[in-house]
């Protein structure tokens, strides 16, 4: 089993929609959890992080953790196409563990 | 946050050849760190470049195969050596930019086809 499973896609949405993310985990020592965005041909870029349970919000964007559940998810509201990109979960524990990744999902938002 | 340029950014190689790829990072950091992105799967750290000592391997990577120098605080280079067509893959540059959060800035990628 991985630690970090994540939906591949990909996922295509009609613009204005709401997108929902989301990775599971196994390591419950996990404390960290990030979410990248990846236009094709770059780098992956931070979109947010949250520590611990609870619900970030950043614009259209919601991030959300559920240690109980070992689930993350990432909420795009009223998407445009301009979000369309690989979207990769990555977590850490607090011990100085390296960052544990998804596989990234593919999301492309039609006009 | 840090600015990291990779070159190449892609390239086509043969099978048993070296390739380097080269990071430079606009600003003094402490550890760089190389990634893979193979298709459909996750980014998998290689190793972790500190300067003034060995590189750290993760598990399934070796220095043979994957040699990296770290000559000063804004530049590395991370050599694909002996190359086969299971090594073409995205390589990536990165460092941290919150220590409290292992959070990543990354280049762009050096994308690698080895026929």
């Known amino acids: 089993q991985k630690e970090v499973e994540q939906d591949p896609g990909p996922l295509s949405v009609p613009e204005g929609a709401i997108v929902s993310l989301n990775c599971t985990y196994s390591?419950?020592?996990?404390?960290?959890f990030m979410w990248y965005r990846q236009y094709s041909r770059k780098g992956p870029e931070l979109l947010m992080y949250t520590y611990s349970s609870g619900n970030k919000e950043d614009g259209r964007f919601t991030a959300q953790v559920d240690k109980s559940s070992k689930y993350i998810s990432l909420f795009i509201r009223d998407s445009q196409p301009s979000d369309s990109a690989t979207y990769l979960c990555?977590?850490?524990?607090?011990?100085?563990?390296?960052?544990?990744f998804g596989q990234g999902t593919e999301l492309s938002v039609k006009p | 946050s840090a600015v990291i340029s990779q070159k190449p950014s892609r390239d086509i190689c043969q099978r048993g050849t070296s390739l380097t790829i080269q990071c430079q990072v606009d600003s003094q950091v402490t550890m760089m760190f190389w990634y893979r992105q193979q298709p459909g799967q996750s980014l998998t750290l290689i190793a972790t470049?500190?300067?003034?000592?060995?590189?750290?391997?993760e598990s399934g990577f070796v220095i043979d195969k994957f040699p990296i120098s770290r000559p000063n605080l804004t530049f590395s280079t991370l050599t694909v050596s002996n190359m086969s067509p299971e090594d073409s893959s995205i390589y990536l540059c990165?460092?941290?930019?919150?220590?409290?959060?292992?959070?990543?800035?990354f280049g762009a990628g050096s994308r690698l086809t080895v026929l």
């Open positions: 470049a500190n300067q003034g000592s060995e590189a750290t391997y």
């Open positions: 390591n419950s020592a996990f404390q960290y």
């Open positions: 990555a977590m850490e524990d607090n011990q100085g563990g390296k960052l544990i």
């Open positions: 990165s460092v941290e930019v919150n220590s409290g959060a292992n959070v990543l800035t």
